[in-house]
């Protein structure tokens, strides 16, 4: 299975800090992306790292991806009460399903 | 900004009984896929779909699944026999450059069997 693997499986920080999570996948990969799922919505696209990219920003998200390692992270920085959620990394490969790993939940507290 | 919907946001129905789950993608999306999510689970692939075909299903599309563009806006997945197993939130999504481009998720439809 290719699919992502997030840790850590909870995440709890103070309002303004910076919170950093991780995933790792097996096999070679098309893109990776991060989603956020508030508790029982629907999974919100946060941003999208080609493989052939290292880095990316899209306000306060910074992803990179290490293909050597097949690892990614997400950083949120100055983190909100909103940023509370579950959020997922997926994977695609050439056949463009996406390979959800479990998710790591954060809790911003104010 | 365009969204994907899906109705109903709950369905309970007993076991045995058909359910249609609906969504309507983003318009001008030509990629279309069903996900589920067991609560407390991983968000799994079911079927993707595009020129009105299946091009994948996964081990859980059985034969009690299947999937249909009845109208060129709608997007629907029917369970023809429906088991306690299957209940979960079950989501649509859409994209419009396989690959490329990221999917677009609509809110689910939380399915519970009786």
């Known amino acids: 299975s290719q699919q992502g693997e997030e840790d850590p499986q909870a995440l709890s920080i103070q309002e303004g800090e910076n919170a950093t999570m991780n995933c790792s996948y097996k096999t070679s990969i098309n893109n990776l992306q991060w989603y956020r799922q508030n508790s029982g919505r629907g999974l919100v696209h946060l941003i999208l790292?080609?493989?052939?990219?290292r880095e990316k920003h899209s306000g306060r998200l910074r992803v990179t991806l290490d293909t050597s390692k097949k690892s990614s992270s997400l950083l949120i920085t100055a983190s909100r009460a909103a940023d509370t959620a579950s959020y997922f990394c997926?994977?695609?490969?050439?056949?463009?399903?996406?390979?959800f790993g479990a998710g790591t939940t954060v809790t911003v507290r104010a | 900004e365009p969204e994907v919907t899906q109705t109903p946001s709950h369905q309970v129905t007993q076991m045995g009984q058909e359910v249609i789950l609906r969504c309507v993608p983003i318009s001008n999306h030509l990629y279309f896929y069903w996900y589920r999510q067991i609560l407390g689970q991983k968000v799994e692939f079911l079927v993707s779909f595009y020129n009105n075909e299946i091009s994948e299903k996964s081990e859980i599309f059985d034969d009690q699944f299947s999937v249909e563009r009845p109208d060129g806006s709608n997007f629907t997945l029917k369970i023809r026999s429906t088991k306690l197993e299957d209940s979960a939130m079950y989501f649509c999504?859409?994209?419009?450059?396989?690959?490329?481009?990221?999917?677009?998720f609509g809110d689910g439809t939380r399915l519970s069997i009786l």
């Open positions: 999504a859409s994209d419009d450059q396989r690959g490329s481009q990221p999917q677009h």
């Open positions: 790292i080609r493989s052939n990219e």
């Open positions: 997926a994977t695609t490969r050439n056949d463009y399903k996406l390979s």
